[in-house]
């Protein structure tokens, strides 16, 4: 039957503010990333060009960040029919390249290392995970299932510092090494 499908027609936001679900600034400063209704967009702070980063209407991005060198962002895609990390370029003009494959679990919170060759995310089941870029490759870095708190690089990019509930539920910082792959304690479980 012939329908007009309400949910496909053109929509007109008269106040897009209303619908931001995200904001993450430039490493220069001069720009900021925008999500709003699935779709990513970067604004001059100053004077320039405002630009639709996303293309695909079909698909809801989210989260979106900017990696360390300003020229890409960082963001959860649906295209899947899983959210998957993927890397698009800043100024809208390039092909969008997938980084996660074949999730089977709900992904938030990328963070980028400050180099841009590492990308840390925890999930659903409160896994914390650590991929390299270039080969692809994720590693769980969580050790339970009791969950991950905060978590951010080093500057220069070696370590990644993450907060951790101990096995009497207290709270623990923990540093993981890129180089070595493993976890130390920083704090004890009291």
Do not use: C
Request: cysteine-free; charged content about 25%.
């Amino acid at each position: 039957l012939a329908s007009d499908l309400d949910q496909l027609r053109e929509n007109w936001v008269t106040n897009p503010m209303d619908y931001l679900s995200g904001a993450h600034i430039s490493p220069d400063g001069d720009r900021v990333a925008l999500t709003a209704r699935g779709r990513v967009f970067v604004a001059p702070v100053k004077t320039g060009r405002f630009v639709r980063a996303t293309k695909k209407d079909s698909v809801r991005y989210s989260d979106a960040v900017f990696m360390p060198d300003g020229k890409s962002l960082l963001l959860l895609s649906d295209e899947s029919g899983e959210l998957e990390f993927a890397k698009v370029p800043a100024t809208g003009v390039g092909n969008e390249e997938v980084l996660t494959r074949g999730g089977s679990i709900l992904k938030f919170r990328g963070v980028p290392s400050p180099d841009g060759k590492f990308m840390a995310w925890d999930d659903n089941n409160r896994d914390l995970w650590v991929m390299d870029v270039a080969t692809k490759q994720p590693r769980k870095v969580s050790e339970n299932r009791e969950g991950i708190g905060a978590f951010t690089w080093s500057p220069d990019g070696r370590w990644l510092a993450y907060v951790m509930s101990a096995a009497n539920s207290f709270q623990q910082i923990k540093i993981y090494s890129i180089e070595s792959g493993r976890s130390v304690a920083l704090t004890t479980d009291r």
